[in-house]
Protein backbone atom coordinates (compact mmCIF):
# COMPACT_ATOMS: atom_id res chain seq x y z
CA UNK A 1 0.00 0.00 0.00
CA UNK A 2 2.74 2.35 1.23
CA UNK A 3 4.58 1.53 -2.28
CA UNK A 4 1.53 2.62 -4.17
CA UNK A 5 1.26 5.55 -3.15
CA UNK A 6 4.70 6.32 -3.58
CA UNK A 7 3.91 5.78 -7.28
CA UNK A 8 1.20 7.52 -7.43
CA UNK A 9 3.58 10.95 -8.39
CA UNK A 10 6.16 10.92 -10.46
CA UNK A 11 9.52 13.05 -8.98
CA UNK A 12 11.47 12.69 -12.34
CA UNK A 13 8.71 14.18 -14.89
CA UNK A 14 9.60 13.79 -18.69
CA UNK A 15 8.68 17.26 -20.00
CA UNK A 16 10.91 19.02 -21.17
CA UNK A 17 11.06 22.40 -18.58
CA UNK A 18 10.37 25.58 -19.95
CA UNK A 19 10.45 28.69 -18.90
CA UNK A 20 8.83 29.15 -15.79
CA UNK A 21 6.17 31.40 -15.34
CA UNK A 22 7.27 34.89 -13.34
CA UNK A 23 3.84 35.08 -11.44
CA UNK A 24 3.72 33.50 -7.89
CA UNK A 25 0.32 32.06 -8.26
CA UNK A 26 1.48 30.81 -11.83
CA UNK A 27 5.28 29.67 -10.56
CA UNK A 28 3.65 27.53 -7.86
CA UNK A 29 1.20 26.17 -10.73
CA UNK A 30 3.78 25.57 -13.17
CA UNK A 31 5.87 23.34 -10.43
CA UNK A 32 2.47 21.51 -9.59
CA UNK A 33 2.05 19.81 -12.69
CA UNK A 34 1.36 16.32 -11.96
CA UNK A 35 0.35 16.72 -8.00
CA UNK A 36 -2.86 18.21 -9.11
CA UNK A 37 -4.74 15.16 -7.87
CA UNK A 38 -2.92 13.90 -4.65
CA UNK A 39 -3.23 17.52 -4.03
CA UNK A 40 -7.26 17.87 -3.95
CA UNK A 41 -7.71 14.88 -3.03
CA UNK A 42 -5.28 15.92 0.57
CA UNK A 43 -8.11 19.06 0.68
CA UNK A 44 -10.82 17.25 0.28
CA UNK A 45 -10.45 14.40 3.28
CA UNK A 46 -8.92 17.34 5.26
CA UNK A 47 -12.33 19.37 5.27
CA UNK A 48 -14.36 16.23 6.26
CA UNK A 49 -11.68 15.49 9.37
CA UNK A 50 -12.62 18.92 10.08
CA UNK A 51 -16.33 18.50 9.67
CA UNK A 52 -16.57 15.46 11.67
CA UNK A 53 -14.56 16.29 14.49
CA UNK A 54 -16.41 19.57 14.66
CA UNK A 55 -19.90 17.37 14.81
CA UNK A 56 -18.01 15.07 17.89
CA UNK A 57 -18.20 18.33 19.50
CA UNK A 58 -21.96 18.77 19.07
CA UNK A 59 -22.33 15.08 19.77
CA UNK A 60 -20.92 15.98 23.44
CA UNK A 61 -22.84 18.59 24.15
CA UNK A 62 -25.91 16.28 22.89
CA UNK A 63 -24.51 13.84 25.22
CA UNK A 64 -24.20 16.36 28.03
CA UNK A 65 -28.33 16.91 27.83
CA UNK A 66 -29.07 13.72 27.48
CA UNK A 67 -27.56 12.80 30.58
CA UNK A 68 -29.25 14.87 32.47
CA UNK A 69 -32.28 14.18 30.79
CA UNK A 70 -32.66 11.11 29.66
CA UNK A 71 -33.68 7.75 32.16
CA UNK A 72 -30.89 5.35 32.21
CA UNK A 73 -32.48 2.34 31.65
CA UNK A 74 -33.99 3.47 28.37
CA UNK A 75 -31.18 5.12 27.19
CA UNK A 76 -29.62 2.74 25.30
CA UNK A 77 -32.89 1.93 23.21
CA UNK A 78 -33.74 5.06 22.85
CA UNK A 79 -30.32 6.62 21.01
CA UNK A 80 -28.68 3.64 20.16
CA UNK A 81 -28.29 4.51 16.53
CA UNK A 82 -26.96 7.46 17.04
CA UNK A 83 -24.34 6.36 19.59
CA UNK A 84 -23.45 3.91 17.05
CA UNK A 85 -23.30 6.93 14.31
CA UNK A 86 -20.55 8.73 16.22
CA UNK A 87 -18.92 5.75 18.02
CA UNK A 88 -18.14 4.90 13.87
CA UNK A 89 -17.10 7.94 12.70
CA UNK A 90 -14.74 8.56 15.77
CA UNK A 91 -13.26 4.49 15.61
CA UNK A 92 -13.43 4.12 12.03
CA UNK A 93 -14.24 6.72 10.16
CA UNK A 94 -11.75 9.31 11.09
CA UNK A 95 -8.98 7.03 11.51
CA UNK A 96 -9.47 6.03 7.80
CA UNK A 97 -9.36 9.50 6.91
CA UNK A 98 -6.40 10.08 8.73
CA UNK A 99 -4.80 7.17 7.35
CA UNK A 100 -5.48 8.71 4.00
CA UNK A 101 -4.90 11.98 4.47
CA UNK A 102 -1.11 10.68 6.24
CA UNK A 103 -0.62 8.27 2.82
CA UNK A 104 -1.25 11.49 0.49
CA UNK A 105 0.89 13.69 2.54
CA UNK A 106 3.67 11.37 3.26
CA UNK A 107 4.23 8.84 0.54
CA UNK A 108 2.78 11.08 -2.70
CA UNK A 109 3.73 14.40 -1.60
CA UNK A 110 6.35 15.41 0.89
CA UNK A 111 9.11 13.09 -1.18
CA UNK A 112 7.93 13.85 -4.78
CA UNK A 113 6.71 16.63 -4.87
CA UNK A 114 10.03 18.91 -4.27
CA UNK A 115 12.21 16.51 -6.01
CA UNK A 116 9.75 16.80 -9.17
CA UNK A 117 10.72 20.57 -8.95
CA UNK A 118 14.39 20.33 -7.77
CA UNK A 119 14.53 17.65 -11.44
CA UNK A 120 12.64 20.30 -13.34
CA UNK A 121 14.50 23.33 -12.34
CA UNK A 122 17.60 21.79 -12.50
CA UNK A 123 17.19 20.55 -16.14
CA UNK A 124 16.76 24.05 -16.25
CA UNK A 125 19.27 25.52 -15.30
CA UNK A 126 21.63 23.32 -17.26
CA UNK A 127 20.75 24.97 -19.97
CA UNK A 128 21.53 28.59 -18.88
CA UNK A 129 24.34 30.30 -21.18
CA UNK A 130 28.19 29.95 -18.87
CA UNK A 131 27.42 34.06 -18.21
CA UNK A 132 24.08 33.27 -16.20
CA UNK A 133 26.77 31.14 -14.04
CA UNK A 134 29.42 33.77 -14.11
CA UNK A 135 27.27 36.16 -12.71
CA UNK A 136 26.19 34.77 -9.51
CA UNK A 137 27.58 32.24 -6.87
CA UNK A 138 27.40 28.43 -8.29
CA UNK A 139 26.22 28.04 -4.10
CA UNK A 140 23.73 30.86 -4.18
CA UNK A 141 22.06 29.47 -7.24
CA UNK A 142 22.11 25.53 -6.26
CA UNK A 143 20.38 27.00 -2.72
CA UNK A 144 17.72 29.00 -4.00
CA UNK A 145 16.74 25.65 -6.25
CA UNK A 146 17.11 23.74 -3.38
CA UNK A 147 15.18 25.81 -0.90
CA UNK A 148 13.03 27.11 -3.56
CA UNK A 149 11.50 23.77 -4.25
CA UNK A 150 10.90 22.88 -0.66
CA UNK A 151 9.07 26.68 -0.22
CA UNK A 152 6.96 25.66 -3.15
CA UNK A 153 5.80 22.53 -1.43
CA UNK A 154 5.93 24.13 2.03
CA UNK A 155 3.50 26.75 0.04
CA UNK A 156 1.21 25.28 -1.43
CA UNK A 157 0.49 21.82 0.91
CA UNK A 158 0.11 24.70 3.44
CA UNK A 159 -2.73 26.47 1.55
CA UNK A 160 -4.22 23.48 0.19
CA UNK A 161 -4.39 21.36 3.93
CA UNK A 162 -3.82 24.09 6.85
CA UNK A 163 -6.16 26.97 5.50
CA UNK A 164 -8.81 24.52 4.20
CA UNK A 165 -8.59 22.31 7.49
CA UNK A 166 -9.30 26.00 9.91
CA UNK A 167 -11.87 27.78 6.98
CA UNK A 168 -13.71 24.62 7.22
CA UNK A 169 -13.98 23.68 10.95
CA UNK A 170 -14.35 27.55 11.87
CA UNK A 171 -17.24 27.59 9.17
CA UNK A 172 -18.59 24.38 11.19
CA UNK A 173 -18.26 25.96 14.41
CA UNK A 174 -20.03 28.79 13.20
CA UNK A 175 -23.31 26.21 12.35
CA UNK A 176 -23.04 24.54 14.96
CA UNK A 177 -22.95 27.32 17.80
CA UNK A 178 -25.47 29.08 15.83
CA UNK A 179 -28.02 26.31 16.47
CA UNK A 180 -28.11 26.91 20.12
CA UNK A 181 -28.34 30.30 20.04
CA UNK A 182 -27.47 32.68 17.30
CA UNK A 183 -26.00 35.18 20.11
CA UNK A 184 -23.33 33.25 20.98
CA UNK A 185 -21.83 33.31 17.30
CA UNK A 186 -21.33 37.13 17.63
CA UNK A 187 -17.99 36.76 20.14
CA UNK A 188 -16.87 34.56 17.29
CA UNK A 189 -17.17 36.72 15.16
CA UNK A 190 -15.12 39.71 17.04
CA UNK A 191 -12.60 37.47 17.54
CA UNK A 192 -12.63 36.90 13.82
CA UNK A 193 -12.19 40.65 13.32
CA UNK A 194 -9.41 41.08 15.66
CA UNK A 195 -7.43 37.51 14.66
CA UNK A 196 -7.51 38.70 11.10
CA UNK A 197 -6.79 42.15 11.46
CA UNK A 198 -3.81 41.30 13.70
CA UNK A 199 -2.65 38.86 10.63
CA UNK A 200 -3.40 41.78 8.08
CA UNK A 201 -1.37 43.81 9.93
CA UNK A 202 1.68 41.69 10.88
CA UNK A 203 1.75 38.81 7.89
CA UNK A 204 2.44 41.34 5.20
CA UNK A 205 5.79 42.94 7.17
CA UNK A 206 6.64 38.81 8.22
CA UNK A 207 6.42 38.00 4.23
CA UNK A 208 8.53 40.85 3.06
CA UNK A 209 11.43 40.13 6.12
CA UNK A 210 11.49 36.51 4.66
CA UNK A 211 11.84 37.34 1.32
CA UNK A 212 15.00 39.55 2.70
CA UNK A 213 15.80 36.31 4.53
CA UNK A 214 15.93 34.03 1.83
CA UNK A 215 17.98 36.10 -0.19
CA UNK A 216 20.45 36.91 2.63
CA UNK A 217 20.69 32.95 3.17
CA UNK A 218 21.86 32.49 -0.10
CA UNK A 219 24.38 35.32 0.02
CA UNK A 220 25.51 33.95 3.45
CA UNK A 221 25.41 30.44 1.81
CA UNK A 222 27.23 31.50 -1.59
CA UNK A 223 30.14 33.91 0.63
CA UNK A 224 30.86 30.47 2.61
CA UNK A 225 30.62 28.42 -0.34
CA UNK A 226 33.21 30.83 -2.38
CA UNK A 227 35.66 30.56 0.78
CA UNK A 228 35.34 26.71 0.48
CA UNK A 229 35.64 26.15 -3.51
CA UNK A 230 38.71 28.60 -3.33
CA UNK A 231 40.29 27.41 -0.33
CA UNK A 232 43.86 27.19 -1.86
CA UNK A 233 43.87 30.97 -2.52
CA UNK A 234 42.54 31.55 0.68
CA UNK A 235 45.72 29.89 2.29
CA UNK A 236 48.49 31.08 -0.18
CA UNK A 237 47.41 34.73 0.82
CA UNK A 238 46.88 33.89 4.25
CA UNK A 239 43.46 35.48 4.34
CA UNK A 240 41.63 33.11 6.91
CA UNK A 241 40.83 35.91 8.89
CA UNK A 242 39.64 37.98 6.11
CA UNK A 243 37.79 35.42 4.82
CA UNK A 244 36.03 35.23 8.44
CA UNK A 245 34.73 38.58 8.19
CA UNK A 246 33.38 38.57 4.47
CA UNK A 247 30.94 35.63 5.75
CA UNK A 248 30.09 37.23 9.21
CA UNK A 249 29.09 40.66 6.64
CA UNK A 250 26.91 37.85 5.22
CA UNK A 251 25.86 36.12 8.28
CA UNK A 252 24.88 39.56 10.07
CA UNK A 253 22.56 40.64 7.11
CA UNK A 254 20.61 37.13 7.64
CA UNK A 255 20.76 37.72 11.33
CA UNK A 256 19.25 41.17 10.90
CA UNK A 257 16.92 40.16 9.07
CA UNK A 258 16.15 37.08 11.72
CA UNK A 259 16.05 39.82 14.36
CA UNK A 260 13.27 41.93 12.71
CA UNK A 261 11.37 38.42 11.91
CA UNK A 262 11.13 37.54 15.83
CA UNK A 263 10.51 40.97 16.85
CA UNK A 264 7.41 41.04 14.50
CA UNK A 265 6.32 37.29 15.79
CA UNK A 266 6.39 38.69 19.05
CA UNK A 267 4.13 40.92 18.24
CA UNK A 268 1.77 39.19 16.44
CA UNK A 269 1.76 36.66 19.38
CA UNK A 270 0.67 39.22 21.65
CA UNK A 271 -2.14 39.93 19.60
CA UNK A 272 -3.56 36.83 19.26
CA UNK A 273 -3.01 35.42 22.68
CA UNK A 274 -5.18 38.66 23.77
CA UNK A 275 -7.73 38.08 21.49
CA UNK A 276 -7.75 34.36 23.10
CA UNK A 277 -8.51 35.12 25.96
CA UNK A 278 -11.00 37.79 25.44
CA UNK A 279 -12.92 35.08 23.66
CA UNK A 280 -12.97 32.52 26.19
CA UNK A 281 -14.14 35.54 28.68
CA UNK A 282 -16.95 36.80 26.20
CA UNK A 283 -18.21 33.18 25.17
CA UNK A 284 -18.25 31.78 28.85
CA UNK A 285 -20.17 35.04 30.17
CA UNK A 286 -22.33 35.12 27.49
CA UNK A 287 -23.24 31.50 28.05
CA UNK A 288 -24.10 31.80 31.43
CA UNK A 289 -26.30 34.96 31.00
CA UNK A 290 -28.39 33.01 28.16
CA UNK A 291 -28.62 29.72 30.50
CA UNK A 292 -29.92 32.17 33.54
CA UNK A 293 -32.54 32.76 30.99
CA UNK A 294 -33.49 30.12 29.96
CA UNK A 295 -32.19 30.61 26.06
CA UNK A 296 -30.02 27.67 26.04
CA UNK A 297 -28.69 24.08 27.37
CA UNK A 298 -26.31 22.84 29.72
CA UNK A 299 -25.10 20.93 26.60
CA UNK A 300 -25.14 23.81 24.18
CA UNK A 301 -22.87 25.83 27.03
CA UNK A 302 -20.90 22.48 26.62
CA UNK A 303 -20.10 22.95 22.97
CA UNK A 304 -19.74 26.65 23.16
CA UNK A 305 -16.86 26.69 25.84
CA UNK A 306 -15.20 23.22 24.49
CA UNK A 307 -15.30 24.45 20.94
CA UNK A 308 -14.05 28.24 21.95
CA UNK A 309 -10.70 26.09 24.16
CA UNK A 310 -10.28 24.10 21.42
CA UNK A 311 -10.03 27.63 19.21
CA UNK A 312 -7.65 29.11 22.05
CA UNK A 313 -5.31 26.21 20.76
CA UNK A 314 -5.95 26.14 17.14
CA UNK A 315 -4.86 29.70 17.10
CA UNK A 316 -1.70 29.72 18.27
CA UNK A 317 -0.74 26.98 16.07
CA UNK A 318 -2.39 28.85 13.09
CA UNK A 319 -0.76 31.71 13.39
CA UNK A 320 2.41 30.06 13.29
CA UNK A 321 0.93 28.17 10.12
CA UNK A 322 0.52 31.24 8.52
CA UNK A 323 3.60 32.28 9.30
CA UNK A 324 5.13 29.22 8.08
CA UNK A 325 3.32 30.21 5.15
CA UNK A 326 4.44 33.70 4.14
CA UNK A 327 7.53 32.76 5.24
CA UNK A 328 7.82 30.24 2.30
CA UNK A 329 5.79 32.53 -0.04
CA UNK A 330 8.79 34.74 0.43
CA UNK A 331 11.37 32.65 -0.20
CA UNK A 332 9.13 30.97 -3.17
CA UNK A 333 9.35 34.72 -4.52
CA UNK A 334 13.23 35.36 -4.10
CA UNK A 335 13.61 31.72 -5.51
CA UNK A 336 11.67 32.86 -8.57
CA UNK A 337 13.79 35.77 -9.63
CA UNK A 338 16.47 33.19 -10.20
CA UNK A 339 14.81 30.13 -11.47
CA UNK A 340 12.15 32.20 -13.47
CA UNK A 341 15.15 34.11 -15.43
CA UNK A 342 15.28 33.46 -19.21
CA UNK A 343 17.83 31.45 -21.00
CA UNK A 344 20.27 33.70 -22.62
CA UNK A 345 21.56 31.11 -25.78
CA UNK A 346 18.25 29.07 -26.84
CA UNK A 347 17.78 26.47 -29.51
CA UNK A 348 15.62 27.57 -32.45
CA UNK A 349 12.37 26.15 -32.98
CA UNK A 350 12.41 22.78 -34.48
CA UNK A 351 16.46 22.92 -34.31
CA UNK A 352 18.71 20.29 -36.27
CA UNK A 353 21.16 18.27 -35.66
CA UNK A 354 24.94 19.37 -36.75
CA UNK A 355 26.37 17.13 -39.56
CA UNK A 356 29.52 17.38 -39.78
CA UNK A 357 31.33 16.12 -43.15
CA UNK A 358 34.26 18.28 -43.91
CA UNK A 359 34.42 20.24 -40.86
CA UNK A 360 35.31 23.55 -42.77
CA UNK A 361 34.48 27.03 -40.14
CA UNK A 362 33.28 30.23 -41.40
CA UNK A 363 33.21 33.60 -38.99
CA UNK A 364 31.21 35.27 -41.86
CA UNK A 365 31.22 39.01 -41.00
CA UNK A 366 31.05 38.66 -37.06
CA UNK A 367 29.88 41.43 -34.53
CA UNK A 368 30.27 40.84 -30.89
CA UNK A 369 29.89 43.58 -28.35
CA UNK A 370 29.32 41.81 -24.92
CA UNK A 371 26.22 43.96 -25.08
CA UNK A 372 27.74 46.73 -25.18
CA UNK A 373 27.73 49.24 -28.26
CA UNK A 374 31.36 48.83 -29.65
CA UNK A 375 34.50 47.19 -28.91
CA UNK A 376 35.57 43.53 -28.78
CA UNK A 377 34.60 42.03 -32.17
CA UNK A 378 33.33 43.93 -35.08
CA UNK A 379 33.06 42.92 -38.91
CA UNK A 380 35.43 40.28 -38.27
CA UNK A 381 35.83 37.47 -41.46
CA UNK A 382 37.85 34.32 -41.04
CA UNK A 383 37.45 31.21 -43.29
CA UNK A 384 39.22 27.92 -41.59
CA UNK A 385 39.22 24.94 -44.61
CA UNK A 386 38.42 21.61 -43.75
CA UNK A 387 40.91 19.70 -42.02
CA UNK A 388 43.23 23.33 -41.67
CA UNK A 389 45.16 23.93 -38.71
CA UNK A 390 45.32 27.38 -37.16
CA UNK A 391 47.01 29.44 -34.14
CA UNK A 392 45.46 32.26 -32.95
CA UNK A 393 47.64 34.54 -31.43
CA UNK A 394 47.55 38.47 -29.95
CA UNK A 395 48.22 40.07 -26.56
CA UNK A 396 45.10 39.10 -23.76
CA UNK A 397 41.82 41.17 -24.74
CA UNK A 398 42.50 40.69 -28.30
CA UNK A 399 38.81 38.72 -28.73
CA UNK A 400 41.02 35.05 -29.19
CA UNK A 401 39.11 33.47 -26.61
CA UNK A 402 35.82 34.97 -27.81
CA UNK A 403 36.33 33.58 -30.98
CA UNK A 404 36.38 29.98 -30.02
CA UNK A 405 33.29 30.97 -27.28
CA UNK A 406 31.51 31.99 -30.03
CA UNK A 407 31.69 29.17 -31.57
CA UNK A 408 30.90 26.88 -29.18
CA UNK A 409 27.48 29.27 -28.56
CA UNK A 410 28.61 29.84 -25.33
CA UNK A 411 27.30 33.35 -27.15
CA UNK A 412 25.52 34.32 -29.42
CA UNK A 413 27.19 36.68 -32.03
CA UNK A 414 25.12 40.21 -32.51
CA UNK A 415 26.18 40.01 -36.22
CA UNK A 416 26.98 38.18 -39.20
CA UNK A 417 26.69 33.98 -38.48
CA UNK A 418 29.18 31.50 -37.67
CA UNK A 419 28.73 28.32 -40.60
CA UNK A 420 30.03 24.95 -40.10
CA UNK A 421 29.90 23.07 -43.45
CA UNK A 422 27.56 25.56 -44.77
CA UNK A 423 25.14 25.34 -41.44
CA UNK A 424 24.66 28.46 -39.06
CA UNK A 425 25.19 27.20 -35.80
CA UNK A 426 22.34 29.36 -34.26
CA UNK A 427 20.27 26.94 -36.43
CA UNK A 428 21.33 23.70 -35.20
CA UNK A 429 20.86 22.15 -31.77
CA UNK A 430 23.42 23.21 -28.76
CA UNK A 431 24.49 19.55 -27.96
CA UNK A 432 24.82 18.63 -31.71
CA UNK A 433 27.10 21.65 -32.27
CA UNK A 434 29.06 20.92 -29.18
CA UNK A 435 29.58 16.88 -29.84
CA UNK A 436 31.36 17.91 -32.56
CA UNK A 437 34.48 19.69 -30.93
CA UNK A 438 36.59 18.79 -28.75
CA UNK A 439 38.21 21.12 -26.46
CA UNK A 440 41.50 21.14 -24.16
CA UNK A 441 41.48 24.57 -21.90
CA UNK A 442 44.07 26.14 -19.74
CA UNK A 443 42.34 25.74 -16.73
CA UNK A 444 40.87 22.12 -16.64
CA UNK A 445 38.16 21.81 -14.28
CA UNK A 446 37.36 18.56 -13.67
CA UNK A 447 33.97 17.04 -12.05
CA UNK A 448 34.59 15.57 -8.26
CA UNK A 449 34.37 12.43 -9.47
CA UNK A 450 36.85 9.56 -10.09
CA UNK A 451 39.02 9.68 -12.87
CA UNK A 452 37.43 7.38 -15.43
CA UNK A 453 34.27 8.82 -15.24
CA UNK A 454 35.97 12.04 -16.30
CA UNK A 455 37.57 10.68 -18.97
CA UNK A 456 34.50 8.82 -20.48
CA UNK A 457 32.50 12.33 -19.85
CA UNK A 458 34.03 12.61 -23.74
CA UNK A 459 32.77 9.35 -24.77
CA UNK A 460 30.40 7.87 -22.37
CA UNK A 461 29.79 4.65 -24.23
CA UNK A 462 33.68 4.12 -25.03
CA UNK A 463 35.03 0.36 -23.94
CA UNK A 464 37.33 0.13 -21.14
CA UNK A 465 40.36 -0.85 -23.27
CA UNK A 466 39.09 2.61 -25.84
CA UNK A 467 39.67 4.56 -22.24
CA UNK A 468 43.14 2.96 -21.59
CA UNK A 469 44.32 3.30 -25.23
CA UNK A 470 43.47 7.03 -24.76
CA UNK A 471 45.50 7.33 -21.67
CA UNK A 472 48.49 6.02 -22.66
CA UNK A 473 49.01 8.10 -25.66
CA UNK A 474 48.04 11.13 -23.59
CA UNK A 475 50.84 10.07 -21.18
CA UNK A 476 48.12 9.45 -18.54
CA UNK A 477 48.01 5.99 -17.42
CA UNK A 478 51.41 5.63 -15.56
CA UNK A 479 50.52 8.19 -12.91
CA UNK A 480 46.61 6.94 -12.78
CA UNK A 481 47.79 4.11 -12.28
CA UNK A 482 49.42 5.36 -9.06
CA UNK A 483 46.62 7.00 -7.33
CA UNK A 484 44.70 6.39 -3.96
CA UNK A 485 41.88 8.51 -2.40
CA UNK A 486 41.13 9.27 1.63
CA UNK A 487 38.11 6.09 0.53
CA UNK A 488 40.97 3.73 -0.96
CA UNK A 489 40.16 3.45 -4.38
CA UNK A 490 42.73 3.79 -6.70
CA UNK A 491 43.95 4.06 -10.39
CA UNK A 492 40.87 4.98 -12.48
CA UNK A 493 38.22 4.31 -9.87
CA UNK A 494 40.27 7.18 -7.46
CA UNK A 495 38.35 10.73 -7.20
CA UNK A 496 40.00 14.05 -7.74
CA UNK A 497 38.33 16.06 -5.66
CA UNK A 498 36.44 19.26 -6.27
CA UNK A 499 37.85 20.37 -9.93
CA UNK A 500 40.56 18.25 -9.74
CA UNK A 501 41.93 19.86 -6.80
CA UNK A 502 44.12 16.20 -5.64
CA UNK A 503 45.82 16.46 -8.55
CA UNK A 504 48.51 18.19 -10.15
CA UNK A 505 48.01 20.84 -13.11
CA UNK A 506 49.87 18.55 -15.09
CA UNK A 507 47.85 15.44 -14.19
CA UNK A 508 44.56 17.60 -15.06
CA UNK A 509 45.70 18.32 -18.36
CA UNK A 510 46.50 15.16 -18.79
CA UNK A 511 43.57 13.44 -18.26
CA UNK A 512 41.77 16.95 -20.20
CA UNK A 513 43.15 15.86 -23.19
CA UNK A 514 42.78 11.86 -22.44
CA UNK A 515 38.78 13.22 -22.60
CA UNK A 516 39.24 14.66 -25.75
CA UNK A 517 41.39 12.00 -27.88
CA UNK A 518 38.26 9.50 -26.37
CA UNK A 519 35.81 11.66 -28.16
CA UNK A 520 37.50 12.62 -31.34
CA UNK A 521 35.72 15.25 -32.53
CA UNK A 522 36.00 16.81 -36.34
CA UNK A 523 36.69 19.87 -34.76
CA UNK A 524 39.52 20.51 -32.06
CA UNK A 525 40.20 23.30 -29.83
CA UNK A 526 43.03 23.68 -28.20
CA UNK A 527 43.44 26.96 -25.58
CA UNK A 528 46.74 26.89 -23.53
CA UNK A 529 46.41 23.24 -23.92
CA UNK A 530 50.39 22.03 -23.00
CA UNK A 531 50.55 25.47 -20.48
CA UNK A 532 50.40 23.38 -17.56
CA UNK A 533 52.60 21.41 -18.36
CA UNK A 534 56.41 20.66 -18.04
CA UNK A 535 58.61 20.56 -20.86
CA UNK A 536 59.77 16.89 -20.90
CA UNK A 537 55.84 15.76 -20.39
CA UNK A 538 54.97 18.43 -23.29
CA UNK A 539 57.50 16.81 -25.43
CA UNK A 540 56.48 13.07 -24.42
CA UNK A 541 52.77 14.08 -25.43
CA UNK A 542 53.35 16.23 -28.55
CA UNK A 543 53.85 13.34 -31.58
CA UNK A 544 50.21 12.54 -29.32
CA UNK A 545 48.56 15.87 -29.83
CA UNK A 546 50.02 15.47 -33.26
CA UNK A 547 48.18 12.31 -33.82
CA UNK A 548 45.04 14.08 -31.85
CA UNK A 549 45.05 16.57 -34.35
CA UNK A 550 45.34 14.52 -38.09
CA UNK A 551 42.73 14.91 -40.59
CA UNK A 552 40.64 17.45 -37.95
CA UNK A 553 39.75 21.02 -38.15
CA UNK A 554 42.28 22.41 -35.70
CA UNK A 555 42.54 26.34 -33.91
CA UNK A 556 44.90 26.55 -31.37
CA UNK A 557 45.30 29.31 -28.71
CA UNK A 558 48.79 29.43 -27.07
CA UNK A 559 51.08 32.39 -25.85
CA UNK A 560 53.70 29.94 -25.72
CA UNK A 561 54.67 30.53 -29.14
CA UNK A 562 56.57 27.53 -30.33
CA UNK A 563 53.46 25.84 -29.49
CA UNK A 564 51.34 26.52 -32.54
CA UNK A 565 54.48 27.60 -35.18
CA UNK A 566 54.04 24.50 -37.31
CA UNK A 567 50.13 25.55 -37.51
CA UNK A 568 49.22 25.91 -41.29
CA UNK A 569 48.33 29.45 -40.39
CA UNK A 570 48.40 31.93 -38.22
CA UNK A 571 46.32 34.36 -37.19
CA UNK A 572 46.89 37.67 -35.59
CA UNK A 573 44.42 39.25 -33.45
CA UNK A 574 44.55 42.88 -32.73
CA UNK A 575 41.41 44.34 -31.04
CA UNK A 576 39.17 41.72 -31.97
CA UNK A 577 40.17 42.46 -35.86
CA UNK A 578 42.38 40.53 -37.68
CA UNK A 579 45.91 42.46 -38.57
CA UNK A 580 48.12 39.30 -39.71
CA UNK A 581 47.90 36.04 -41.12
CA UNK A 582 50.55 33.41 -43.26
CA UNK A 583 52.57 30.77 -41.81
CA UNK A 584 55.02 31.22 -38.96
CA UNK A 585 57.96 31.94 -41.40
CA UNK A 586 55.83 34.43 -43.50
CA UNK A 587 55.02 36.60 -40.34
CA UNK A 588 58.24 36.57 -38.41
CA UNK A 589 59.83 38.03 -41.77
CA UNK A 590 57.04 40.76 -42.25
CA UNK A 591 58.08 42.61 -38.93
CA UNK A 592 54.50 42.95 -37.31
CA UNK A 593 53.07 42.13 -33.84
CA UNK A 594 54.06 38.44 -34.50
CA UNK A 595 57.73 39.59 -35.64
CA UNK A 596 57.45 41.69 -32.29
CA UNK A 597 56.03 38.98 -30.28
CA UNK A 598 58.31 36.13 -30.96
CA UNK A 599 61.17 38.41 -30.18
CA UNK A 600 60.32 39.28 -26.97
CA UNK A 601 59.54 35.83 -26.00
CA UNK A 602 61.87 34.12 -23.33
CA UNK A 603 61.89 30.35 -22.86
CA UNK A 604 58.89 30.11 -25.39
CA UNK A 605 56.81 32.67 -23.17
CA UNK A 606 55.45 35.73 -24.03
CA UNK A 607 56.95 38.94 -22.09
CA UNK A 608 55.42 40.14 -19.20
CA UNK A 609 54.29 43.22 -21.31
CA UNK A 610 52.40 41.14 -24.32
Request: charged share 20%; proline share 2%; hydrophobic share 45%.
Amino acid sequence: MLGFFERITEPYPGDAPTQPPKGLYQFCRYYSRGMEKPLLLMSFTTALIAIFEVALFGFMGQLVDWLGDKDPSTFLAEEANTLWLMGGILVVGLPLLTLLGSLLIHQSLLGNYPMAIRWSAHRYLLRQSVGFFANDFAGRIATKMMQTALSVREAVMKLLDVLVYVLVYFGSMLVLVAQADARLVWPLLIWLAVYLAAQFYFVPRLKKVAEEQADARSLMTGRVVDSYTNIATVKLFAHSSREADYAQAGMDEFLDTVYRQMRLVTGLNMAVQMANYLLTFGIATLSIYLWMHGAISVGAIAIAIALCLRLNGMAQWIMWEIGALFENIGSVADGMETLSRPQDIVDVDNAKDLKVSTAGIHYQDIGFHYGEASGVIDHLDLKIKPGEKIGLVGRSGAGKTTLVNLLLRFHDVESGSILIDDQNISEVTQDSLRAQIGMVTQDTSLLHRSVRDNILYGRPGATEEQMIAAAKQAEAHEFIMGLRDQQGRTGYDAHVGERGVKLSGGQRQRIAITRVLLKNAPILVLDEATSALDSEVEAAIQSSLNQLMEGKTVIAIAHRLSTIAAMDRLIVLDKGAIVEQGTHSQLVESGGIYSQLWAHQTGGFLAEDC
